[in-house]
């Protein structure tokens, strides 16, 4: 049993948790040390390097992944990334081409496998990481169970080390040597008809389909005062507010400017991003109030008015922030739709998944269902979410309902004391 795997720095089940200090598993090595040539495939194939600037280079990642990446269990979905969101997710400040590592078959130049790494800066029990993040791991259906893959793992860790960078944070829905957080998925129905129809879920027992469209129909509009899409402008404030979050957690990721640019500017069907301006939302509540002091009768504005209640409980307009922003929440999702395999009507499945999120004053709960309003009402079928973070603190209320399958987080030559965290404790997302 892990014949690759056991062979490798990574912690392994055998680590007995009272020995275990943090810092990396290997003897530091230098790049010269590094081997210099890449690792022999058999002999039909090529190493090649993927430019997923061409359109026709990202045309052929985005085939591979959409024929051949992860399924559920039962084979009814499969990841569908688009080409707009494999530029995206495979190209943030610093990302080098040669660690966008494709197999071709040698003669017909086909596409038949993949790995990915970018630059990311770790943080575990507080210590700075610099690491890679390694995702799209894919062997072509065919050539599956033929060792394919841990020659594509050595050789993009050669490539990386060549640049002087010795650890990896990677996940996975199969369990390795050796967990460092075991996370659930969450799933909230925007359109359980379809979410039936297509039997990702089903009618419960006792329910008619007019009861559960009612059960998870959402708001017209979002509730959350002064919540507008984030603007170039906001970058700073943004930058500043998601590190101060996410230094909390045990195991998570410190964000630049340029970073938070590239991952959070909103891109459509690829990354949304709303910040919570509280000078907007005082804005909003003067404007209501003259115009309510306008247009109706004196005694009228109370039971007219329900938004000007909650603004003014939210907190958002008495930030004590340092900073001179006026920014003091954020939400994110990025759209990963899945193809549904087989079925006569459907052939996608439209999907947000929760990205990084700062409440600040607003309650989580209340930014998590404008969250929801805004997914539904831009047409997604279902909202996913993790139990990491603070996620469970509102999973429950806003009616996600827990899926199938864990998904399994791992550092590469890396150990962590005190692991496997508990989701709470985790607070690194990965595409
Ligand atoms: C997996 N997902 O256990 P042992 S996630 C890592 N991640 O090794 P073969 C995996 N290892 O047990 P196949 C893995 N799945 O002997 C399997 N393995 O030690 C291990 N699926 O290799 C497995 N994408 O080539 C075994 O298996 C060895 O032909 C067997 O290929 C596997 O992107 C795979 O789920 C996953 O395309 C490519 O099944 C194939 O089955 C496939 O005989 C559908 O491999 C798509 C899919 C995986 C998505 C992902 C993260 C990958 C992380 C890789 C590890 C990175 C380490 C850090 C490197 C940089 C270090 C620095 C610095
Ligand atoms: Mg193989």
């Given at each position: 049993?892990?014949?690759?795997?056991?062979?490798?720095?990574?912690?392994?089940?055998?680590?007995?948790?009272?020995?275990?200090?943090?810092?990396?598993?290997?003897?530091?090595?230098?790049?010269?040390?590094?081997?210099?040539?890449?690792?022999?495939?058999?002999?039909?194939?090529?190493?090649?390097?993927?430019?997923?600037?061409?359109?026709?280079?990202?045309?052929?990642?985005?085939?591979?992944?959409?024929?051949?990446?992860?399924?559920?269990?039962?084979?009814?979905?499969?990841?569908?990334?688009?080409?707009?969101?494999?530029?995206?997710?495979?190209?943030?400040?610093?990302?080098?081409?040669?660690?966008?590592?494709?197999?071709?078959?040698?003669?017909?130049?086909?596409?038949?496998?993949?790995?990915?790494?970018?630059?990311?800066?770790?943080?575990?029990?507080?210590?700075?990481?610099?690491?890679?993040e390694i995702n799209f791991l894919c062997v072509l259906k065919k050539l599956r169970s033929k060792r394919l893959a841990p020659v594509l793992i050595k050789e993009i860790t050669r490539r990386v080390n060549l640049r002087g960078i010795w650890q990896a944070?990677?996940?996975?829905?199969?369990?390795?040597?050796?967990?460092?957080?075991?996370?659930?998925?969450?799933?909230?129905?925007?359109?359980?008809?379809?979410?039936?129809?297509?039997?990702?879920?089903?009618?419960?027992?006792?329910?008619?389909?007019?009861?559960?469209?009612?059960?998870?129909?959402?708001?017209?509009?979002?509730?959350?005062?002064?919540?507008?899409?984030?603007?170039?402008?906001?970058?700073?404030?943004?930058?500043?507010?998601?590190?101060?979050?996410?230094?909390?957690?045990?195991?998570?990721?410190?964000?630049?400017?340029?970073?938070?640019?590239?991952?959070?500017?909103?891109?459509?069907?690829?990354?949304?991003?709303?910040?919570?301006?509280?000078?907007?939302?005082?804005?909003?509540?003067?404007?209501?109030?003259?115009?309510?002091?306008?247009?109706?009768?004196?005694?009228?504005?109370?039971?007219?008015?329900?938004?000007?209640?909650?603004?003014?409980?939210?907190?958002?307009?008495?930030?004590?922030?340092?900073?001179?922003?006026?920014?003091?929440?954020?939400?994110?999702?990025?759209?990963?739709?899945?193809?549904?395999?087989?079925?006569?009507?459907?052939?996608?499945?439209?999907?947000?998944?929760?990205?990084?999120?700062?409440?600040?004053?607003?309650?989580?709960?209340?930014?998590?269902?404008?969250?929801?309003?805004?997914?539904?009402?831009?047409?997604?079928?279902?909202?996913?979410?993790?139990?990491?973070?603070?996620?469970a603190s509102f999973l429950k209320e806003l009616k996600f309902g827990i899926g199938d399958g864990a998904l399994q987080y791992y550092l590469y030559n890396w150990r962590m004391a005190n692991t496997p965290l508990q989701p709470k404790e985790l607070g690194l997302i990965l595409l």
């Amino acid at each position: 049993k892990y014949a690759f795997w056991g062979s490798q720095p990574v912690m392994q089940f055998s680590d007995e948790a009272k020995d275990v200090e943090d810092g990396p598993i290997d003897a530091p090595k230098t790049v010269e040390e590094v081997r210099k040539e890449p690792y022999t495939l058999p002999s039909s194939f090529v190493w090649c390097e993927c430019n997923i600037n061409d359109p026709h280079e990202v045309q052929e990642v985005y085939t591979l992944l959409h024929n051949n990446y992860v399924e559920d269990d039962d084979a009814m979905f499969r990841f569908n990334y688009s080409p707009e969101f494999l530029q995206w997710a495979l190209q943030p400040p610093g990302y080098q081409r040669d660690w966008h590592v494709g197999v071709r078959v040698k003669g017909s130049n086909k596409l038949v496998a993949f790995i990915s790494g970018i630059p990311a800066s770790i943080r575990a029990n507080g210590k700075p990481v610099p690491a890679v993040e390694i995702n799209f791991l894919c062997v072509l259906k065919k050539l599956r169970s033929k060792r394919l893959a841990p020659v594509l793992i050595k050789e993009i860790t050669r490539r990386v080390n060549l640049r002087g960078i010795w650890q990896a944070a990677y996940t996975a829905g199969v369990v390795l040597p050796r967990p460092v957080c075991g996370c659930r998925y969450w799933h909230r129905s925007l359109n359980p008809k379809k979410l039936i129809e297509v039997r990702f879920s089903s009618l419960q027992p006792r329910m008619t389909m007019a009861r559960t469209i009612k059960l998870y129909r959402l708001p017209a509009s979002t509730t959350t005062p002064g919540l507008r899409p984030m603007e170039a402008h906001d970058t700073a404030a943004v930058t500043e507010l998601l590190n101060g979050h996410l230094a909390q957690f045990k195991l998570t990721q410190h964000f630049s400017e340029d970073e938070v640019a590239h991952w959070f500017l909103p891109q459509p069907l690829v990354v949304d991003t709303y910040v919570v301006d509280s000078q907007l939302a005082q804005q909003q509540q003067q404007q209501q109030q003259s115009s309510e002091a306008q247009q109706l009768p004196a005694g009228a504005a109370d039971a007219a008015a329900p938004s000007s209640s909650s603004s003014s409980s939210n907190g958002a307009g008495s930030s004590s922030s340092s900073s001179s922003s006026s920014i003091v929440s954020v939400v994110s999702f990025y759209t990963l739709p899945s193809s549904v395999l087989g079925h006569e009507e459907h052939n996608e499945l439209r999907a947000a998944y929760m990205f990084y999120t700062v409440p600040g004053p607003t309650p989580l709960t209340q930014l998590m269902q404008d969250a929801l309003t805004l997914a539904a009402g831009k047409g997604y079928d279902v909202f996913n979410a993790l139990d990491l973070m603070d996620n469970a603190s509102f999973l429950k209320e806003l009616k996600f309902g827990i899926g199938d399958g864990a998904l399994q987080y791992y550092l590469y030559n890396w150990r962590m004391a005190n692991t496997p965290l508990q989701p709470k404790e985790l607070g690194l997302i990965l595409l």
